[in-house]
């Protein structure tokens, strides 16, 4: 069957195990293949959790998250994988070569896919700069590559599985605002059939989103085009000029 890619979270409640009080609430709202929804909110308001509930990290209290109409809990849990490509919040990387951590999600990679897969993610140049290029070494928790490099090599590593969805939680924030930019404009090209979902930190990296969500204490308060909310949406306002 074709995998359209479309999400749905459907008045979804989470709390953490042994927490007394929910983190999520009442979350609806649908991202369809082609389109980019943002998730915007303080520090502690819930985006990394929100994404965490499709690839079942977690499972929620109450609603649902369905993957093309199909609750996640009814899915396989490798074809969750196949289809969903989650860049976490703090990439990780691991001791090994560059392509040893871009293959993590693809074993049977082909060096050209990750060249291309680095050229997207703005992170083929500093990769060909190195000496061995795709064999460099990565030292434990990447700590021999700058954190906006971290970021460009996980954001590649989701490149090259070729998912349907894409969840970016603040992948951008550690790039200045050119790479960041042009990163995204390389993603829009070679993503453009995809469902994105972009945490982000930054206004600029998400006005062109179909969809923008302002997520305050685990709820959606506001939503809408960067245009509609700067209009109706005070809590947009104060993010827009903090
Ligand atoms: P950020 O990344 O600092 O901008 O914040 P968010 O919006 O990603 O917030 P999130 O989802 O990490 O945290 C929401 C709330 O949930 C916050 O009060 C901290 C709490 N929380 C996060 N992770 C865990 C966890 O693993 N266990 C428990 N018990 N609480 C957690
Ligand atoms: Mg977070």
Redesign the pocket.
């Known amino acids: 069957a074709a995998l359209a890619g479309v999400v749905e979270y459907r008045n979804v409640t989470f709390a953490?195990p042994?927490?007394e009080s929910p983190?999520l609430s009442n979350i609806s709202f649908t991202a369809r293949p082609g389109q980019t929804i943002a998730i915007i909110?303080s520090?502690?308001?819930?985006?990394?959790?929100?994404l965490s509930l499709l690839p079942r990290l977690y499972d929620p209290a109450e609603g649902q998250v369905l993957l093309d109409g199909v609750p996640v809990d009814r899915l396989d849990r490798a074809e969750i994988t196949k289809r969903v490509a989650l860049v976490p919040?703090r990439p990780y990387l691991f001791s090994g070569s560059i392509g040893h951590n871009l293959r993590f999600g693809k074993t049977e990679a082909t060096d050209q896919e990750l060249w291309d897969a680095l050229r997207v993610a703005q992170g083929e140049s500093f990769v060909r700069e190195k000496k061995n290029g795709l064999d460099s070494r990565i030292s434990q928790g990447g700590t021999n590559v700058s954190g906006g490099q971290r970021q460009r090599l996980c954001i590649a590593r989701a490149l090259v599985t070729k998912p349907r969805v894409y969840l970016f939680d603040?992948s951008f924030s550690a790039l200045d605002v050119a790479t960041d930019a042009r990163l995204r404009a390389a993603l829009k090209r070679t993503t453009s059939d995809a469902t994105v979902i972009i945490v982000a930190q930054r206004i600029s990296t998400i006005t062109e989103a179909d969809q923008i969500l302002v997520?305050d204490n685990g709820r959606i308060v506001d939503r809408g085009t960067h245009e509609e909310l700067l209009e109706t949406s005070p809590t947009y306002q104060e993010i827009v000029e903090s």
């Open positions: 953490y042994g927490a983190v909110g520090t502690g308001a819930g985006k990394t959790s929100l919040q603040d997520l």
